[in-house]
Nanobody, 119 residues
Framework: QVQLAESGGGLVQPGGSLRLSCAAS????????MAWYRQAPGKQRELVATITSGGNTNYADSVKGRFIISRDNVKNTVDLQMNSLKPEDTAVYYCKMFVITTRSEYVDWGQGTQVTVSS
């Protein structure tokens, strides 16, 4: 059984920064693409950023130039550095990983961490 644990959310003023982290633990053989999604109240979950196992990244237009996704393939973690935060970045942020075990491959999600941008 693989578990994803997120940390780093909280309350921040507009223009501030936060760093989210997501760590996978358990019987892991490897991890493919990792990603961060977010879901604001009353809205659908949307993709924020992805990073492949080779380090290629992709960002939603709304966060380009402000957010940076990174990963550590040894620690099985993915981070999201969020800078110049805006009130519209307020949402629950979820990490997602394509997990490979010795028995199966599947997509796993974290439990979500709240990010609130407000003065």
């Amino acid at each position: 059984q693989v578990q994803l644990a997120e940390s780093g959310g909280g309350l921040v003023q507009p223009g501030g920064s936060l760093r989210l982290s997501c760590a996978a633990s358990g019987n892991i053989f490897g991890i493919g693409t990792m990603a961060w999604y977010r879901q604001a109240p009353g809205k659908q979950r949307e993709l924020v950023a992805t990073i492949t196992s080779g380090g290629n990244t992709n960002y939603a237009d709304s966060v380009k130039g402000r957010f940076i996704i990174s990963r550590d393939n040894v620690k099985n973690t993915v981070d999201l550095q969020m800078n110049s935060l805006k009130p519209e970045d307020t949402a629950v942020y979820y990490c997602k990983m394509f997990v490979i075990t010795t028995r199966s491959e599947y997509v796993d999600w974290g439990q979500g961490t709240q990010v609130t941008v407000s003065s």
